[in-house]
C-alpha cells in the first residue's frame, strides 16, 4: 500500500505530532508498505493570522533558511525506506499518487480535500484540538470535514461526538519500551522533578515552574530538570537546570531515569506523550486534567491529577509525593505497568486495520468521555498511606 503523510511544514526541531507520525511511518515501511511523509514549505491554504512586525522577521528568516537548507531530523531516528519529501507547496502537484493521504493538522485538511482521488483515500490523523493555532469556526470545520478520521484519545473521541465530526476510530498513540524503559531502580530515585519546557501558552509552563518553586520552598533539596526546544529564558529560576533540545538517549538516561517524578501543567493535550514516556522510565506522573492524559493517567492509581490553571494545586500533589516516598513508588510502578499496554506495534495493528478497512476499534459509551476541554475540577487530597 502506498501511504502519504502531508505535515504542515518543515521539521526543524522536535515536535510530538511529528514524532508519531515519524514512527507510523517507520512501522509502516517495516511491514512491506510504501510511505511518504511530505514537509511542505508553504501550506495552499495558511490559517489566517494577523501578523505582527516581529512575527513578519521571524517569518521571512524562516523562509530564507529554507530556500538554502532542509532539516536533519536529528532528534528522531527516521527508517531510510520512509521518503521525506520536502517540497514548495502542499498543493497536490507535490504528492506523490498513493492509496491513502492522511492530514496530520487542521491546516492541511483543505489541501488534501482538494487533491484529486489519484493521491489516495483522504483521511485525518488527530492530534489534538487545535483552536490554539487557528480560529475555532475553522478548526471544528475540518472535525466534519467528510475524510475517515483517526483521533489518539478517547477525550478527542468524546469531543468528535459533540462536533459532529461523524464516526471516529480511536488509536492510541505507542510508547516504543526499548528506547523508554527503567535503567534506575524506582524505590532508589532522589527527590528531582522533570518537566518539559514550552513557551506555547497552552502548555502553561509558567505554572509549572510557580508550582515547582512552591515546592522548593518545602524541599530544599529539591532538583528541577527542565528540557525543551528553545534556548533558557530568564523566567526559569537560575536553581533549575535547562537543557536545550537533548538527545533521545541523554534525556532517558540522564534526565528521566534520575527524576521520581515528572511534571505536566498543560491546559490541554490531545494525548500527552512526555508525561507517558517519564512514566515508561519509571517517574511518578503528576499533571493537569489536561484531557489526553485520562488514557493513562488515574487519580491516585497511576498518577495524581489536578485542575489546569491552578499551580497551587500542582504544588500540593507535587509535595504529597515528594514527603512520602512509599506513595510515591506505588503510583510510578503503577503507571509504569500502565503505559506498558501502550506501544506501536499494536497501534499499527490499528492503523492497518483502519487502512484496509477491516474491524474498527470505535469508541464506546462517548457519553462517559469529556467532550469540552479540560473542565476545572476538584480533587480531594490523598491520605498519605
Not at 83 to 93: A, F, T
Not at 231 to 249: A, C, E, F, K, V
Not at 250 to 266: A, G, K, Q, R
Request: hydrophobic share 40%; proline share 8%.
Amino acid at each position: 500500500m502506498k501511504i502519504n503523510f502531508l505535515l504542515p511544514c518543515y521539521a526543524w526541531g522536535p515536535s510530538g505530532g511529528f514524532k508519531v507520525v515519524y514512527e507510523y511511518a517507520n512501522r509502516l515501511v517495516a511491514r512491506g508498505h510504501h510511505v511518504n511523509v511530505i514537509h511542505p514549505r508553504r501550506l495552499k491554504f495558511p490559517p489566517p493570522e494577523k501578523l505582527t512586525p516581529r512575527k513578519r522577521v521571524q517569518i521571512a528568516r524562516l523562509w530564507f533558511r529554507e530556500i538554502r537548507s532542509e532539516p536533519v531530523i536529528h532528534w528522531h531516528r527516521v527508517d531510510p525506506r520512509v521518503r521525506l519529501l520536502y517540497v514548495s507547496s502542499s498543493d497536490s502537484s507535490y504528492i506523490p499518487d498513493g492509496d491513502i493521504l492522511f492530514a496530520t493538522a487542521w491546516h492541511t485538511v483543505r489541501s488534501v480535500m482538494e487533491c484529486p482521488i489519484s493521491k489516495g483515500e483522504k483521511c485525518y490523523l488527530i492530534q489534538h484540538y487545535e483552536t490554539f493555532q487557528g480560529p475555532q469556526n475553522l478548526v471544528d470545520e475540518t472535525w466534519r470535514a467528510p475524510l475517515r478520521k483517526v483521533v489518539v484519545s478517547k477525550w478527542l473521541a468524546g469531543l468528535s461526538e459533540a462536533l459532529g465530526a461523524g464516526e471516529v476510530v480511536h488509536i492510541p498513540i505507542g510508547i516504543d519500551h526499548q528506547v523508554y524503559r527503567v535503567m534506575n531502580p524506582i524505590a532508589q530515585r532522589p527527590r528531582q522533578i522533570a518537566m518539559m519546557f514550552s513557551h506555547v501558552p497552552f502548555k502553561r509552563s509558567a505554572d509549572g515552574i510557580r508550582a515547582l518553586e512552591i515546592a522548593k520552598h518545602h524541599f530544599a533539596d529539591l532538583q528541577v530538570i527542565l528540557f525543551g526546544v528553545s534556548r533558557r529564558r530568564p523566567s526559569i529560576p537560575g536553581w533549575m537546570t535547562y537543557l536545550n533540545d537533548p538527545p533521545q538517549q541523554h534525556l532517558v538516561e540522564n534526565v528521566l531515569n534520575t527524576s521520581s517524578i515528572v511534571l505536566s501543567p498543560s491546559l490541554a493535550e490531545g494525548f500527552g506523550l512526555p508525561p507517558a514516556e517519564g512514566a515508561a522510565c519509571g517517574c511518578a506522573m503528576v499533571a493537569t486534567d489536561s484531557g489526553g492524559v485520562r488514557d493513562f493517567i488515574i487519580h491516585g492509581k497511576t498518577g495524581l491529577l489536578s485542575s489546569p490553571g491552578d499551580p497551587e494545586a500542582l504544588a500540593r500533589n507535587l509535595c504529597l509525593l515528594l514527603a512520602n516516598d512509599d506513595l510515591r513508588v506505588r503510583l510510578a510502578q503503577a503507571g509504569r505497568n500502565f503505559v506498558a499496554g501502550l506501544n506501536w506495534e499494536h497501534s499499527t495493528d490499528l492503523l492497518e486495520s483502519f487502512l484496509n478497512r477491516g474491524e474498527r476499534n470505535q469508541v464506546s459509551n462517548h457519553s462517559t468521555v469529556a467532550v469540552t476541554p479540560p473542565p476545572q475540577m476538584r480533587i480531594s487530597r490523598l491520605e498519605m498511606n
